[in-house]
Structure formats: structure tokens, C-alpha cells
């Protein structure tokens, strides 16, 4: 059992800054691989980043690429998503996922169905 934990919402002004973070065990950091999902009000879940397990390479969706970074910190077991240049339609539910022992590839990492455990979601509130 993995338990993902996120921090970090909130409400911002567009153009601002938000850092989510999804902190696990020692034991099952370096096991898994991580994404970012949200869901609107309304809409379906949707891709926002993910990092693999074994070489720490990054996947983005195209609408969070040069705004959005995912990192992996292996000293706190968290995974990181610094979120720049706010928009009011960044405003949703994040939540952090985990695959454990396969790592992810391009297809897979956009894939909700690839993760195995998921966290409990954190509210971001963008205004305009």
C-alpha cells in the first residue's frame, strides 16, 4: 500500500504561483513513478505532468509546458509541481498518482489507468 499525501493549494491571482507537493514513505519513494492529474469543475480528469521512477525524465501536457515543472526531491520522498503563470483555467482539484515498480513511457505517464494508488486531491483556485 502506497499512501500519497498533497499540499500546497490554494487561491491565487492569475499570473501567480502555486508549489504542490505529494509526499510518501521512504520505503516506497523509490518505487514509484509519479503524475499530476486535475479535474475542473465539470470537465473529465485530465494529464497535467509526470516524472519517471528511474531516470527522472519528465513528461508535460502541452497546455502546462514552459509554466509547469514537476521534480522529484529524494531527501523529503516528495514529488514537487511548481506552477507558474497561473490562469484562471488552471483552477481545479490536483492529485497525484503512483505506479509502482514498472516505470512510465510517453503513453503510459498521460494514462490515469497506469497509476496504482492516488492521493486525496488539493484545491487550486485561480482568479481573474
Known amino acids: 500500500q502506497v499512501q500519497l499525501v498533497e499540499s500546497g493549494g490554494g487561491l491565487v491571482q492569475a499570473g501567480g504561483s502555486l508549489r504542490l507537493s505529494c509526499a510518501t514513505s521512504e520505503r516506497a519513494f523509490g518505487s514509484i513513478a509519479v503524475g499530476w492529474f486535475r479535474r475542473a469543475p465539470g470537465k473529465e480528469r485530465e494529464f497535467v505532468a509526470a516524472?519517471?521512477?528511474?531516470?527522472?525524465?519528465?513528461y508535460y501536457a502541452d497546455f502546462v509546458k514552459g509554466r509547469f515543472t514537476i521534480s522529484r526531491d529524494n531527501a523529503k520522498n516528495t514529488v514537487a509541481l511548481q506552477m507558474n503563470s497561473l490562469k484562471p483555467e488552471d483552477t481545479a482539484v490536483y492529485y497525484c498518482a503512483a505506479r509502482i515498480v514498472s516505470d512510465i513511457d510517453y503513453d503510459s505517464a498521460m494514462a490515469a489507468s497506469t497509476y496504482n494508488y492516488w492521493g486525496q486531491g488539493t484545491q487550486v483556485t485561480v482568479s481573474s
Open positions: 516524472i519517471r521512477r528511474t531516470d527522472g525524465f519528465r
